[in-house]
């Protein structure tokens, strides 16, 4: 079936500095990819829809030159936290979605928890 | 525009009882519906999906969903429960032209011996 991996699994930071979090879809090419925010307890929040070759769409409330996206081909999108702040700590889920096909479903990455000190 | 409710944040069954989890949905426009379900610090996996096929949607691990327009719900059930159901279960919508998916606010299942 479709894998979606995402590097790195947990990731600790300090305050001020940058934090990269990569999507790979693995074995299928990947026109769109998502990226979600998961605060404990709660539902996943579409931070923003990354489209292979052009500029990410960003939910209302998501600040862009925060949270910076990057998709660079069919296979991989990334996203940067940057300046990252401890309010910014959190569970991060990317998915993708394969170009053909009807039913619009995701594949989803097992996540990675950032930790902000 | 869309939206996704599930009723009981929380649901407890004995092993080997019935799963129910409640699902209903708001949607201008014939949906697409799916559950996933999510062990503690992993990402989502899909159960099962309704894609305006049959109305009752058999998904993996003995889950099944049954779609009901007049209702607008999607309830997810499991005729007998299994220790390691035990997990967060997330209904979602996705509006035909594909470009988001709604979540619901998840539901955990505990499931007692």
């Known amino acids: 079936g479709a894998v979606v991996s995402q590097h790195p699994s947990r990731v600790i930071c300090k305050s001020g500095t940058s934090v990269k979090i990569e999507c790979r879809s693995l074995d299928f090419q990947a026109t769109t990819m998502f990226w979600y925010r998961q605060f404990p307890k709660q539902s996943l929040m579409l931070m923003a829809t990354s489209n292979e070759g052009s500029k990410a769409t960003y939910e209302q409330g998501v600040e862009k030159d925060k949270f910076l996206i990057n998709h660079a081909s069919l296979t991989l999108s990334t996203l940067t936290v940057t300046s990252a702040h401890p309010e910014d700590s959190s569970f991060y889920i990317c998915?993708?979605?394969?170009?053909?096909?009807?039913?619009?479903?995701?594949?989803f990455g097992p996540g990675t928890r950032l930790t902000v000190t | 525009a869309q939206s996704v409710t599930q009723l009981g944040s929380h649901v407890s069954v004995s092993e080997g009882a019935l799963v129910l989890l409640r699902c209903n949905y708001s949607?201008?426009?014939?949906?697409?519906l799916f559950w996933y379900v999510q062990y503690p610090n992993q990402g989502l996996q899909l159960l099962l999906k309704?894609?305006?096929?049959?109305?009752l949607v058999k998904g993996i691990n003995g889950f099944e969903a049954e779609f009901k327009k007049s209702e607008t719900s999607f309830h997810l059930t499991k005729p007998s429960a299994h220790m390691s159901d035990a997990a967060e279960y997330f209904c979602?919508?996705?509006?035909?032209?594909?470009?988001?998916?709604?979540f619901g606010a998840g539901t955990r299942l505990f499931v007692k011996a």
């Open positions: 949607s201008s426009v014939p949906p697409y």
């Open positions: 979602a919508v996705t509006d035909t032209g594909g470009f988001k998916t709604i």
């Open positions: 998915s993708a979605r394969p170009p053909s096909g009807s039913s619009y479903e995701q594949y």
């Open positions: 309704y894609t305006s096929a049959a109305t």
